[in-house]
């Protein structure tokens, strides 16, 4: 089993999570959803210290029954979703460098834990995330299920938007954790469209590069409603097609 060894981290990984903190929160002023503001407060981030991963799964459990995994790297999709389906998200124990900065492709400790943490708190968001892990669970041995339950994951918990007081504002962990993304996004060609299931499960997906276009839900009620609907199709067995891979 891993486990986070606060002591293991030195005073070069703690200027990274200062730095990084400080960037992200001013970068997402009026950028991000109410529910991340919330929940940072609330998971008791601060600038000053790389959060504590028993501290930070005792809030969230108090909340609403989530506790962070710790993990060394990337999962398989039965480990990942599974962890997902039992209310446990795998973060990342390691902290990117000063040389990675501005862009991993691997998730790391900043982008699990500030990108996910907070909206771990929303007790909707996170009924939603272990649904879609429930669900996740039920189709391993079917690939093209499997990689639109990854699109689902990949457009909304990595890359969301959500209406609130007639704007689009951020909730996605890959837009939260980037400064890339958020500029991204916030620029006049980003392409950002009103969340509709079909049209993102057909949409190609990666998180290897900046993404090309983003989904704004009107309310956090499309996400249960858009895991349930897909549930309903994978059950009634609904024929798939392979996905098409995403553009390099």
Same mark, same amino acid.
């Given at each position: 089993?891993?486990? !986070?060894?606060?002591?293991?981290?030195?005073?070069?990984?703690?200027?990274?999570?200062?730095?990084?903190?400080?960037? /992200?929160?001013?970068?997402?002023?009026?950028?991000?959803?109410?529910?991340?503001?919330?929940?940072?407060?609330?998971?008791?981030?601060?600038?000053?210290?790389?959060?504590?991963?028993?501290?930070?799964?005792?809030?969230?459990?108090?909340?609403?029954?989530?506790?962070?995994? +710790?993990?060394?790297?990337?999962?398989?999709?039965?480990?990942?979703?599974?962890?997902?389906? /039992?209310?446990?998200? +795998?973060?990342?124990?390691?902290?990117? &460098?000063?040389? !990675?900065?501005?862009?991993?492709?691997? +998730?790391?400790?900043?982008?699990?834990?500030?990108?996910?943490? +907070?909206?771990?708190?929303? !007790?909707?968001?996170?009924?939603?995330?272990?649904?879609?892990?429930?669900?996740?669970? /039920?189709?391993?041995?079917?690939?093209?299920?499997?990689? *639109?339950?990854?699109?689902?994951?990949?457009?909304?918990? /990595?890359?969301?938007?959500?209406?609130?007081?007639?704007?689009?504002?951020?909730?996605?962990?890959?837009?939260?954790?980037? =400064?890339?993304?958020?500029?991204?996004? =916030?620029?006049?060609?980003? *392409?950002?469209? @009103?969340?509709?299931?079909?049209?993102?499960?057909?949409? @190609?997906? =990666?998180?290897?590069?900046?993404?090309?276009?983003?989904?704004?839900? &009107?309310?956090?009620?499309?996400?249960?409603?858009?895991?349930?609907?897909? &549930?309903?199709?994978?059950? &009634?067995?609904?024929?798939?097609? @392979?996905?098409? !891979?995403? =553009?390099?």
């Amino acid at each position: 089993m891993v486990q !986070q060894h606060y002591n293991r981290y030195t005073a070069q990984d703690q200027l990274v999570w200062k730095v990084l903190f400080d960037r /992200q929160t001013a970068l997402l002023h009026k950028r991000a959803c109410s529910a991340f503001w919330q929940g940072l407060a609330a998971v008791g981030f601060h600038r000053n210290a790389i959060p504590d991963f028993a501290e930070v799964s005792g809030r969230l459990q108090k909340a609403t029954g989530w506790q962070l995994e +710790p993990v060394e790297g990337m999962l398989n999709d039965a480990e990942f979703f599974g962890l997902l389906a /039992q209310r446990k998200f +795998p973060a990342t124990v390691w902290i990117r &460098s000063m040389e !990675q900065f501005d862009f991993i492709e691997e +998730p790391d400790l900043f982008h699990g834990v500030f990108g996910h943490a +907070p909206l771990l708190m929303d !007790q909707g968001f996170a009924d939603y995330l272990q649904f879609l892990g429930q669900v996740a669970v /039920q189709h391993l041995d079917d690939a093209a299920a499997l990689a *639109r339950l990854e699109r689902l994951y990949g457009f909304t918990v /990595q890359f969301g938007l959500v209406q609130e007081r007639g704007e689009a504002r951020m909730y996605g962990a890959g837009l939260l954790s980037s =400064s890339g993304e958020i500029h991204q996004c =916030s620029g006049d060609e980003a *392409r950002r469209l @009103p969340f509709d299931l079909a049209t993102a499960l057909q949409t @190609p997906y =990666s998180e290897l590069q900046l993404q090309e276009q983003y989904f704004v839900l &009107s309310s956090w009620d499309q996400l249960t409603e858009s895991v349930a609907e897909l &549930s309903a199709l994978l059950a &009634s067995g609904w024929q798939l097609e @392979p996905v098409g !891979q995403a =553009s390099e």
